[in-house]
């Protein structure tokens, strides 16, 4: 039969694909290869409601076929033909039922899941958190740390096994902060300071991106983030202090006009400038700084 | 003076792309042979008379379809111009600023301007048909509704060669939209359009609930409707809720943009999140907007191939309706990462799977509708079965999408791009070409090629299957939406260049759906086509085309399947003597006004309101002379309708 193939040529094509898929770059699967708790619990509960949707979409399928196979008009067919059939209370009951029992299973654990895994929350850990303050700028990413002075472009580095607090701004068009192997991601907005809790449970170089699209040089807005042991973080943190020139509210002004950047490194920054890139919107909400502004500080215009 | 005007013109038209400059050429080259033609045959009256100022619900469906088309080329255009570029990494083919205006086209294009009309253009010819109707209930408005769509879509459009295409997205959020960061015309010409063209869906909206709940035929209860109708009055419903929050929010993101308003801005007290919020509580919607009328389709077809009463009609309905006030629950999933806490992201999460349990009740009904029928496989049943496991895979994905804290990874990533296409193009798109097929020899009096029909078909499928399934892995290597282009370093290559091919093979297959057209166009083959499947209901008792006031006497239903039922019982039509039948007549205020509305719409676009204001003032004008046209309507004398029915007879039998 001429269908039946065309179907076999599709069937081949898809075992090809997955082939494809499947062999040898599983490493590519950036959001299937976590590398820490946040990444590891979103991919589990990915797998998981594929697993639940699955109990439901398999069967379907293989009934569609069956059912357009088994009843399909030819010659001498041997399948009943009920023209006026059209209701049948315990069938109608049963798939009623089949896809309210498999939603609410989803269902419960999806709450249970966006409690725990609100990105706002602080991670469980022995270790205390370092904060690393985050502005999206057109079209870079700029990285402070307040505990430790310095700041960078395009660039973040922390120690492996340590949870981090990211604050998340923006002083551009709305973004999205995201390093897919260390968890989801979430808006940078103006007026506002996002929270994100992520934690690499090891050292490695992982890719960051910005998710949400802000113009001409949105595609240039990948970062590194790498993770390495805390000593080789501190040495980092002294060679940066030692080597590189510290940022000013006047470079912080020409760093965040339009255009693409290299990687940065600063000495320092000052004193305030994530606090004051926040509040300078008029409809701020300050909630979420972890150093309250306490001094005014304003651009000099 | 000439060096100004050289500056104006450098500022108006768009200039310095070859790929701009050849389509200003064969736009103008287009237009030179229409006109040209249309002098030459001496058809400038006919157009008048018989098209552009109609009120026929019939024709006023099919130049939605033709403008739809036109649209889908564009759009279609518009997306392989996307994946040539992306075919590999770091191509230079289109540069950031050209590609950004043409994702955000392709968006609104391919929603507001294809999908919207196509399904608009079937409401229109089928859904008088199927209640047994002479017209809608406000032919004028319908007409109206029909030009003020087109000359929304055709100022959107005009944004290519003038002024310069929009940016920001097909939902262009602030701030990015807002004058600061995208001071061009790209953006009003955005708002306008869609504004435009907005308000003529609305009015469809009303339109059609008023047709399905006035103007049943005697004897249709609302029980006995056939279920595409219920299913473009669940859409109805939802349009009329949904397109005023639509309108209020272009119209506040106007106010920012030309009068310095700050009620999405940064500064000044404004809240982007707001503009957010709003235009998802239209957008969500929107989407079932498009998809209901498609579930109507998958039910009328799946019923009329397998012979058999439609499963389940009941529990249909309900589940229809449930999904289309449940739709106005979900917006917010759109943006969980948008840190609304868990409580909002909860409830958001719950109320979009809880859409999933209707939506899979119905599949089951399609299943059981088949089970124990007789199933052949003409083209638009093709299409049915073809959708179902591309249906079910989309609405999984859904779900997956749904549970918000995993959606922090999929978001604005190519997994959700798939998702998307692949409830729209196999649930929508795929849905209204079933539709297309089923209804094409009652629209059109002639049919289509059944093989020229199955090779679009497979073409259509293996290209989207090659398109999209590739890019829900990309989205799990992290690719996100809207880059232009991307490093050899990412490992995108491979499955980027799959989904070129899918796209280009689903190019092909529109070129042979347009090869079947004009094939078909050719060979009129009218033989059988008053009701060659073998239907169920009203539309396949008259002849194809059908008459213009569709029934010569109003039949009386009975029966659920009332059309199928008369067959089996070999009822024959009783000779009734004909009466003069009341029509609406034909107006060119609707083509006049829609025009004076697209001159003050590219007015207002570029601040000109020695146009705008003109263009208001003659919309005004053509609200006034209409209200004072005390004769919409005559009588078509009995002799007149014995003359057509003898003629259509003769024609399509």
Known sequence: MKTSKTARCLSVLYMFLLLFMTTGCADKYLVLNPKGPIGEQQKDLMILSTLLCLIVIVPVLILTFVIVWRYRDRKGRKAKYTPEWEHSTAL???????PVVIITLIAIITVRYTYSLEPSKPLESKVEPITIQVTNLDWKWLFQYPEQGIATVNYVQFPE???????????????SFWIPQLGGQIYAMSGMAMVLHLQADEQGEYMGSGANYTGKGFADMYFTAKATSQEAFDQWVSEVKGTSAALTLDGYKKLAEQGTSDVRYFSSFPEGLFEMTVTKYAASHNHGLSVKARKEVRIEE | MWDKAKEFASEFFVTGDPLIYGADVSIALTLIAIVSVLTYYKKWGWLWREWLTTVDHKRIGIMYILASVLMLFRGGVDALLMRAQLAMPELQFLPAEH??????????????????????????????????????????????????????????NLSFVIGGSPDAGWLAYPPYSDKTFNPGYGQDFYIWGIQISGIGSLMTGINFIVTILKMRTPGMTLMKMPMFSWSVLSSCIAIVFAFPILTVTLALLFIDRY????????????????????IWMWGHPEVYILVLPAFGIFSEVAATFSKKKLFGYKSMVFAMMIISVVSFLTWAHHFFT????ADVNAFFALSTMVIAIPTGVKVFNWLFTMFRGKVTFETPMLWMIGIIPNFVIGGMTGVLLSVAPADFQYHNSYFLIAHFHQVIIAGVVFGFFAGLYYWWPKLFGFKLNERLGRLAFWLWNLGFYLCFMPQYALGLMGMTRRVYTYGWDKGWFEMNLVSTIGAVLMGAAF???VWDIAHSLKKMDREGTQDPWNARTLEWSIPSPAPFYNFATLPQVTHQDDWWEKKQRGWSAPAVELEPIHMPKNSGIPIIMSMF?????????????????????????????????????????????QRVEAAARRGSK
């Open chain 1, 92 to 98: 109608e009951t049963t798939w009623w039922g089949i």
């Open chain 1, 161 to 175: 096994d340590v949870p981090i607090r990211f604050e998340i701004t923006s002083d551009a068009p709305m973004n």
């Open chain 2, 99 to 156: 590609y950004n205006q043409i994702f955000t086209t392709h968006g609104v294009i391919m929603i507001l301007f294809m999908a919207m009309p196509l399904m608009f253009g079937l409401f229109n010819v089928i859904v008088p048909l199927q209640l047994g109707a002479r017209d809608v209930a406000f032919p004028f408005l319908n007409s109206l509704s029909f030009w003020l769509f087109f000359s929304g879509a055709m100022l959107f």
């Open chain 2, 259 to 278: 009068l310095g308003g700050h009620i999405f801005t940064l500064d000044g007290g404004g809240n982007p999140m707001m503009y957010i919020n709003l």
């Open chain 2, 338 to 341: 948008m840190g609304s806490g």
């Open chain 2, 511 to 513: 070129i042979v759906q």
């Open chain 2, 597 to 641: 509305w697209f001159f003050s719409g590219f007015g207002l676009v570029f601040d000109w309101l020695w146009l705008a204001v003109p263009g208001f003032v003659g919309v005004l004008a053509c609200m006034i002379v209409h209200s004072f046209n005390y004769k919409p309507d005559y009588y078509v004398p009995v002799e007149e309708v």
